[in-house]
């Protein structure tokens, strides 16, 4: 839900995935939407949101496919 920004005023989601992206690069970052509030689940807006935000900072291909499920699979191998 992106909800914690309310609790860090000043910080914007595309400043936190800029940084997090430096700091530890796409082959350590796992994205997710579930939540345990309403609606529980996945959540196709914060997806949509941070899928934009990524795009807008230049992450495309397999750094986009390692952070949006890739890195996910190969922690966590079937």
């Not at 595309?14 to 996945?42: H, I, K, N, Q, Y």
């Amino acid at each position: 839900s992106n909800g914690w920004i309310r609790y860090h005023p000043g910080l914007t989601l595309p400043e936190v995935f800029a940084r997090a992206l430096d700091v530890l690069g796409p082959g350590r970052l796992l994205f997710g939407t579930d939540s345990s509030f309403f609606p529980r689940g996945w959540q196709r807006t914060v997806f949509e949101a941070q899928r934009a935000i990524t795009t807008d900072l230049g992450l495309e291909g397999e750094a986009a496919a390692a952070v949006f499920g890739g890195n996910l699979g190969r922690v966590f191998p079937l």
